[in-house]
């Protein structure tokens, strides 16, 4: 590999060609395209050979590190392995060569599959109704919030605020604020989970909602749930579970028997979508019947043997998305979750459990372990004893880098010192992790030893430490050098 890639218009060389399209023996109708729409030069578009191309991207891909390199323990990504055959299923031509505006007649197999998703999400939440439209999980509490919010208005008022714990992800009170509500900030307790005496205090009838991750953003699980709802529903509010952890839950528990009134899915970490790299999403919605009016249109509904999307939905909040949400998302996932079965399922939740754990337990002799109790799927760690050595949790994460692995998502959740939160998943074997505790031991071992090494890191990638400000601000991204 080169380690410096030159962009693909330098490769450009004129007349040079990737691949030749035969003559059209197709004879031209009709005046087609007007003069003024046709552009009036070709593209600029670089002239390579098609062996060129390969290289080119092919040297691209191994310079990123994704999940098909190395172990990538991004914590509250759920950067798991995702089967290819779930992606040759969403590529059938007769999946992804279907028009959004085709009848909904012709398009059979589709809602189908839409339908059948959505069934098996409610088998999994709990939950009594569904919509596939949100493109992310911010857009689904979005969605949900502004149902919240049409179901409040019937009942006399939407009220003014909704209440997030201090360990709640970003997205939250940014959905929080565009649903036209005040963000209400409630400290965790001294164990990390939801502060029940200190919510009884704030709870009052201007309090529309109640969102909690569970498990929570520390990757531990809120035991006093029911309590918890009781409190909320008992002044008429409503409780929402941000669903984007349900990578720990499946076939053990279920929301909507837990209490709360709605819930997201984020089918790109849980359900077989490749995450990352900013690639479609999809982040259904789940809610409990006296919310089902508000769920966008259309709504994919079977009648006998035929499926059809309703549209005559006159309490529904409207369209979140264009067409029907990330139509290839959902085959990706009824996919996943058809050929993992019910029992597959739990084994997944089961075995994302273990393995943080078996980090929790081998890496808290070397690391600070915030908080006691066992972990769900992902462990948040703190670097605060490295950093009294004067190295930081940025240094160690760029160090991993070093070592072929992603790190650990650092400084979140924002209530832990040097936070250092990891997620392995199930896709990662007891090799991987053994691997993966002995690179932190040596990192810790160098923090007292040769503390420079990481604060110089990472040494063996392509692009060595950046100004973190400088590359955020002044970014080169052209296509061309001149
Ligand atoms: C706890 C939690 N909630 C919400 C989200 C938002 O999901 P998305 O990134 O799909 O908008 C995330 C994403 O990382 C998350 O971890």
């Excluded at 529903?233 to 709605?262: Q, T």
């Excluded at 790299?277 to 006998?304: A, I, W």
């Excluded at 264009?322 to 029992?343: K, P």
Aim: charged letters at 25%.
């Amino acid at each position: 590999m080169q380690n410096e890639t030159p962009l693909i218009f330098e490769l450009s060389r004129e007349g040079r060609r990737g691949y030749d399209a035969p003559d059209s023996s197709v004879q031209a109708v009709g005046p087609g395209l007007s003069p003024e729409l046709r552009r009036k030069s070709p593209p600029r578009l670089p002239e390579v050979s098609e062996n060129t191309v390969v290289r080119h991207y092919t040297n691209l891909s191994v310079r990123n590190h994704h999940i098909d390199r190395d172990f990538y323990p991004l914590g509250s990504c759920t950067m798991k392995y995702n089967p290819r055959v779930n992606e040759q299923i969403a590529s059938l031509p007769g999946f992804a060569s279907l028009h959004p505006l085709q009848p909904a007649i012709t398009a059979q197999g589709a809602l189908e599959v839409m339908f059948r998703l959505g069934e098996a999400l409610k088998e999994v939440t709990g939950l009594d109704a569904v919509t596939l439209q949100p493109a992310a999980g911010a857009q689904g509490e979005l969605t949900a919030l502004l149902m919240f919010r049409a179901y409040l208005t019937g009942q006399g008022g939407p009220r003014r605020k909704i209440i997030i714990p201090d360990s709640a992800h970003g997205t939250n009170p940014a959905s929080i604020r565009v649903a036209g509500y005040e963000v209400v900030e409630l400290p965790s307790g001294g164990d990390g989970l939801l502060d029940v005496e200190a919510l009884k205090r704030i709870l009052d009838e201007e309090v529309a909602a109640l969102m909690l991750t569970n498990p929570n953003t520390l990757g531990l699980f809120e035991t006093r749930i029911e309590e918890i709802i009781s409190l909320v529903h008992g002044i008429g509010g409503l409780v929402y579970m941000d669903g984007a952890n349900l990578n720990a839950m499946l076939g053990i528990c279920r929301p909507g028997e837990m209490g709360f009134d709605a819930c997201h899915i984020n089918l790109h970490k849980t359900f077989s979508t490749p995450h990352g790299g900013g690639g479609p999403g999809s982040g259904p919605v789940l809610v409990k019947k006296h919310l089902e009016p508000f769920l966008p249109s259309p709504v994919v509904c079977r009648h006998g043997e035929r499926f059809e999307l309703d549209w005559d939905r006159p309490d529904s909040i409207g369209h979140v998305h264009t067409f029907f949400g990330n139509f290839g998302v959902h085959v990706r996932a009824l996919a996943y979750i058809l050929s993992m079965g019910q029992e597959g399922m739990r084994e997944i939740s089961e075995t994302a459990i273990v393995n943080a754990n078996y980090l929790r337990a081998k890496l808290s002799t070397e690391f600070e372990l915030p908080f006691g109790s066992p972990c769900m799927h992902e462990v948040v760690l703190s670097g605060d004893r490295q950093k009294a050595r004067g190295v930081r949790t940025a240094d160690m994460a760029k160090r991993l880098l070093d070592y072929g692995m992603h790190p650990p998502t650092v400084y979140f959740p924002l209530i832990v010192h040097e936070a250092l939160m990891i997620e392995p998943t199930e896709s990662e074997s007891k090799e991987t992790l053994d691997e993966f505790i002995e690179v932190m031991r040596q990192i810790n071992k160098d923090s007292l030893e040769n503390p420079d090494l990481l604060k110089t890191a990472p040494h063996t990638t392509p692009v060595r430490r950046l100004d973190e400000a400088a590359a955020a601000r002044m970014l080169d991204i052209r296509y061309y050098k001149d």
